[in-house]
């Protein structure tokens, strides 16, 4: 059983830069694919980045490419999203989410491929 704890939001003014961390325990991390989803209240939880558990593959949805930036560092079991030019658009609940595999570099994109989710941490963006 997978452990996951989200740190690192609050409230930033639009053009501002927040950086989220998830923290990992109870399992072995360097084999999760993690990603970074969130829900806007009235919407459905959307996906916002991915990355393998090698590392060496990402995906950022198009909504926040080049704004939003997704690592890990398996040493720390932490995953990470550096989130800049934030946007009002961009303020909802932020979840990590971990998914078992054995391939080194799938990245998992949909809800339903993740067995495993952190609690959420608030992210507000004003405009």
């Known amino acids: 059983q997978v452990q996951l704890v989200e740190s690192g939001g609050g409230l930033v003014q639009a053009g501002g830069s927040l950086g989220l961390s998830c923290a990992a325990s109870?399992?072995?991390?360097?084999?999760?694919?993690m990603g970074w989803f969130r829900q806007a209240p009235g919407k459905e939880r959307e996906f916002v980045a991915a990355?393998?558990?090698?590392?060496?593959?990402?995906y950022v949805a198009d909504s926040v490419k080049g704004r939003f930036t997704i690592s890990r560092d398996n040493a720390k079991n932490t995953v990470y999203l550096q989130m800049n030019s934030l946007k009002p658009e961009d303020t909802a609940i932020y979840y990590c989410?971990?998914?078992?595999?054995?391939?080194?570099?799938?990245?998992?994109?949909?809800?339903?491929?993740?067995?495993?989710w952190g609690q959420g941490t608030q992210v507000t963006v004003s405009a």
């Open positions: 990355i393998s558990w090698s590392g060496g593959s990402t």
């Open positions: 989410a971990a998914a078992p595999t054995l391939a080194p570099a799938k990245v998992v994109l949909t809800t339903g491929g993740y067995d495993y």
């Open positions: 109870g399992g072995t991390f360097s084999i999760y694919a």
